[in-house]
C-alpha cells in the first residue's frame, strides 16, 4: 500500500462545477504539498500546507492532521484547470527533506 | 528572479552513452532534489544535495546513477551507460532551506533511449 493515495485517478467535469480532490497519507508528516502538473510540462507549487485551510484563486486547500486527509477544491473550474493534481508529503519520522509523492489525479475539464 | 532551470529539456540517448542532466536552482537557494518520473507511474525521489555535498542519495540506482553541486555552477545528474528504462522525465527542485520547506520545481528534462 502507498504511503500516499489519491482519488479518484481520473475526473472529468463540464466547467464551472466544483471540484474535489482528495488525499490520504498514512505515515506521520510535517507538511503536505499540492502540486500541478500540465501535461508534458513541469510541476507548479499550489500550496504547502501543515494545519487548517489555505486558498489562493479559486484553489482551497485543507488539512486534517488527525484523519491524515487533505483536500484541494476547486471552484468555478475552467478548461484551463485541466492537469494532474499531486499530492506529496514530507514525512516527520525521519528524513523530512524526502517527499512522498501520491500518484496523481488526472482532471479534465470541459466546455 | 527566474525560476529553477533545467536543460535540456529534451535529450535522446542510444543505449549505452551517457546523459548529463543540468539544473539550476533558484537564486539563493542552496538545496537541490532530484526526483525522476516514469512512464505512468508518480514521482519519485533520487538524492538530495547542498553546495559540495551529497546529503541523500538513498533514491538513486546503485550503478549507473551520480550526481553533484559543485560550488560553482549547475547541479548535475549523471547517467552512464543508457538503457531503455532509464527514459523517463527527470525533474529538479530547489529550496532556500532543509527542514520541510517549499520546494520549486523545474520544467524538467525528458530523457528518451533508444
Known amino acids: 500500500k502507498n504511503e500516499v493515495e489519491q482519488s479518484p485517478q481520473n475526473l472529468t467535469a463540464q466547467e464551472g462545477e466544483f471540484i474535489t480532490i482528495n488525499c490520504s497519507y498514512s505515515v506521520g508528516i510535517s507538511a503536505l504539498h499540492w502540486l500541478q502538473q500540465h501535461p508534458g510540462g513541469g510541476i507548479v507549487s499550489l500550496f504547502m500546507?501543515?494545519?487548517g485551510k489555505k486558498k489562493h484563486g479559486r484553489l482551497i486547500a485543507t488539512i486534517n492532521i488527525q484523519e491524515k486527509h487533505s483536500s484541494l477544491h476547486i471552484t468555478a473550474s475552467h478548461p484551463r484547470d485541466s492537469a494532474v493534481y499531486i499530492c506529496a508529503v514530507w514525512n516527520s519520522g525521519g528524513s523530512n527533506y524526502k517527499l512522498t509523492f501520491g500518484k496523481g489525479t488526472l482532471l479534465t475539464v470541459n466546455p | 528572479n527566474a525560476g529553477v532551470m533545467q536543460n535540456p529539456r529534451h535529450l535522446v540517448r542510444r543505449r549505452g552513452q551517457e546523459a548529463r542532466l543540468r539544473c539550476s536552482p533558484m537564486?539563493?537557494?542552496?538545496?537541490v532534489y532530484w526526483y525522476r518520473q516514469l512512464p505512468e507511474e508518480g514521482l519519485k525521489f533520487m538524492v538530495y544535495?547542498?553546495?559540495?555535498?551529497?546529503?541523500?542519495e538513498s533514491g538513486m540506482p546503485k550503478e549507473r546513477f551520480s550526481a553533484e553541486f559543485p560550488k560553482e555552477g549547475p547541479s548535475i545528474l549523471r547517467i552512464q551507460q543508457v538503457v531503455r528504462g532509464d527514459s523517463a522525465a527527470y525533474f529538479c527542485?530547489?529550496?532556500?532551506?532543509?527542514?520541510?520547506?517549499?520546494?520549486?520545481f523545474g520544467p524538467g528534462t525528458r530523457l528518451t533511449v533508444l
Open positions: 537564486k539563493g537557494h542552496s538545496h
Open positions: 500546507l501543515s494545519s
Open positions: 527542485a530547489s529550496s532556500p532551506q532543509r527542514v520541510g520547506s517549499e520546494q520549486f
Open positions: 544535495l547542498q553546495k559540495e555535498n551529497i546529503i541523500d
